[in-house]
């Protein structure tokens, strides 16, 4: 079966444009990452193959790469060795020659190119240069040399296609540290190889009207969904197809169907920018499940516009609640221009108090070790402060506030000479 991640993101222009291109960019792989998957092997042998005769599993969940993680992981392979080698299946090509697929260890794989000082489109360029800058600084300490990692030790499996894209998957939906959309990818591939085996399916993906795996599988669990509440309509789900969703998410053991459907579905239809926020780990999927209601639509605005508010609230990220008010705020005065309307996101009375409580006590604790110039800038909000009271508080309450402050203070040490 083809991957069907093009022609998912086909079905949503806005994150089809972010899958374009984002799904081509993130300690060595855990002895037991490997270990399942090579036991079910029919047969396997270790050699040293060239890492530029490799290609990624396009059927691999993990999508995003930390340059700085690889770079760690880098130094790691550098000091200490391989200590897992990769897994991977073979093919012939033109006149003999072979290629080879990666099943298991894209990173460790990526890191050898590092260490080989390989190009790699996924990242910057500069960043890119940056981090072999560091290594290679390193490999002359350490008396190597980038043609030490042109080869790459690696299991090479006998292919059955199924088995091992099912076993790949699993594999790497288990580990901890995917991103959302990886993870998200992850499970619906999964599904599609479970569901595209079984008859119910098709005629599933043929009463909604759709050939894409994808569409009949977010139907399917909308389906589920609405049936355990009690409100859905039409004939229902054979049970066979909600044994197989069930059985696919038990096999992964980390969520149940239901979770999955409530708190990662949704991520298909967040904005670009709030995708890769959330991968990037600068919002948690609270803020950005209310970050995509700041849209073009809902708002009134270009969408040009609608980018620009998201871009200021991943800059400067409030609560998911807060969010959520402001966004709320900004659809209900449409009419308004909108530099009048997101002057600034709504804060409650109780919560402006408590941030200058805050800061009021942290001032105290810290004056006496400010510099000079830390005084000035405080001195200069403070007076953008008194601007905004200015109807409420007068110069006069200023000052006179002042000097009781100093009286206090006077008092203060006069009463710790005493003692």
């Known amino acids: 079966m083809s991957s069907p991640y093009k022609t998912a993101a086909k079905k949503d222009s806005v994150f089809g444009a972010f899958a374009e291109r984002l799904f081509t960019q993130g300690g060595q792989g855990r002895k037991t990452a490997d270990s399942s998957l090579l036991s079910s092997t029919p047969s396997s042998g270790l050699e040293n193959v060239s ?10 969940p993990r999508k995003v790469f930390s340059l700085d993680s690889l770079c760690e992981l880098a130094l790691s392979i550098l000091r200490e060795g391989l200590l897992q080698p990769i897994t991977v299946t ?3 090509v033109a006149e003999g020659s072979k290629r080879f697929t990666l099943i298991a260890g894209e990173r460790r794989w990526r890191a050898f190119q590092l260490l080989a000082n390989r190009s790699d489109p996924s990242f910057n360029p500069d960043e890119l240069s940056r981090i072999q800058v560091q290594l290679r600084q390193q490999m002359n300490a350490m008396r190597k040399c980038p043609e030490d990692f042109l080869r790459i030790p690696a299991y090479v499996v006998d ?3 199924d088995q091992f894209r099912q076993a790949a998957l699993i594999e790497n939906l288990q580990r901890e540290n995917l991103c959302p959309t990886d993870e998200l990818f992850g499970y619906l591939d999964l599904l599609t190889d479970r569901l595209s085996v079984i008859p119910e399916f098709h005629s599933f993906a043929e009463s909604i009207s759709s050939d894409e795996p994808y569409a009949a599988i977010v139907r399917l669990l909308r389906k589920m969904e609405n049936e355990q509440g009690g409100k859905s309509f039409g004939e229902p789900l054979p049970d066979v197809l ?5 059985s696919a998410f038990d096999s992964i053991g980390r969520l149940n169907w239901h979770s999955f459907t ?3 579905l949704p991520v298909l239809k967040f904005p670009v920018d709030v995708v890769e926020a959330l991968n990037n780990g600068q919002i948690t999927f609270a803020q950005a499940k209310e970050l995509s209601n700041i849209n073009a639509e809902a708002l009134g605005v270009s969408e040009e516009e609608a980018e620009t508010l998201r871009a200021r609230l991943i ?4 609560s998911a609640q807060r969010i959520k008010a402001f966004a709320e705020t900004l659809a209900e005065s449409k009419q308004m221009p909108l530099r009048i ?6 804060v409650s009375k109780s919560e402006l108090k408590a941030k200058f409580s805050f800061l009021a006590d942290k001032l105290a604790e810290r004056i006496e070790v400010l510099s000079s110039s830390e005084r000035k800038q405080l001195m200069k909000l403070f007076l953008k402060i008194e601007q905004i009271l200015a109807p409420q ?22 009463d710790s000479l005493v003692d």
């Open 262 to 264: 409530r708190h990662r």
């Open 315 to 318: 800059a400067n990220p409030i």
């Open 90 to 92: 073979a093919q012939t």
């Open 341 to 346: 309307r997101t002057t600034l996101p709504p």
């Open 159 to 161: 292919k059955r296609s």
């Open 393 to 414: 508080v007068s110069e006069k309450e200023i000052e006179i506030h002042v000097k009781k402050r100093k009286l206090t203070d006077r008092l203060s040490v006069d």
């Open 51 to 60: 890492v530029e005769d490799i290609s990624p599993n396009p059927t691999q």
């Open 242 to 246: 909600k044994k197989t969703v069930a």
